[in-house]
T-cell receptor, first 114, second 110 residues
């Protein structure tokens, strides 16, 4: 069964810590995405990547960075975690080929910054 | 990408068809309509997508009006496990970047 795997389901970090959220997909997809989801605000795009070593800012990139050194792995980095980054983080991947642009999402990482 | 409008919530009795509407009146000719759903505490799940023609798969049917200004997702025999938030999204196929709205919260009841 093809999947997108996020390294942690729940995470608690302290303010000011550097936080790494890892995402791995096994579908050979070109595109990978990081969203955060907050009550009443829906899913908001943080960063995305169309290829290895490429990255594009989404709608809310401030306070975040990303890394894509390998096609299957896309990491979200919180340089200095703050309490307003407490959220559900969702990783997704998609393929640009064959006319099917459906996303496959991971199960999410619920991050709490204290 | 065109903005989509969905009702915030709907109820459906188990075993009945659930018809979820979506308005995308500003959709352009090369934009697809995608449907996803999100069950509580899980990542969104792809359901179906279409451009002009009606589509059907093992999960649902998608009916797109001839002028493409609206569409309806049909779950033919809703079950309690279909209780979720359903998102309708329009996107240019080559862009591949999805913008989620707030969706429709479908509650299936006994």
């Amino acid at each position: 069964d093809v999947k997108v795997t996020q390294s942690s389901r729940y995470l608690v970090k302290r303010t000011g810590e550097k936080v790494f959220l890892e995402c791995v997909q096994d579908m050979d997809h070109e595109n990978m995405f990081w969203y955060r989801q907050d009550p009443g605000l829906g899913l908001r795009l943080i960063y995305f990547s169309y290829d290895v070593k490429m990255k594009e800012k989404g709608d809310i990139p401030e306070g975040y960075s990303v890394s894509r050194e390998k096609k299957e792995r896309f990491s979200l980095i919180l340089e200095s975690a703050s309490t307003n980054q407490t959220s559900m983080y969702l990783c997704a991947s998609s393929s640009i080929g064959t006319g099917n642009y459906g996303y496959t999402f991971g199960s999410g990482t619920r991050l709490t910054v204290v | 990408d065109a903005k989509t409008t969905q009702p915030p919530s709907m109820d459906c009795a188990e075993g009945r068809a659930a018809n979820l509407p979506c308005n995308h009146s500003t959709i352009s000719g090369n934009e697809y309509v995608y449907w996803y759903r999100q069950i509580h505490s899980q990542g969104p799940q792809y359901i179906i997508h279409g451009l002009k023609n009606n589509e059907t798969n093992e999960m649902a049917s998608l009916i797109i009006t001839e002028d493409r200004k609206s569409s309806t997702l049909i779950l033919p025999h809703a079950t309690l496990r279909d209780t979720a938030v359903y998102y309708c999204i329009s996107v240019t196929g080559t862009a591949s970047k999805l913008t989620f709205g707030t969706g429709t919260r479908l509650q299936v009841t006994l």
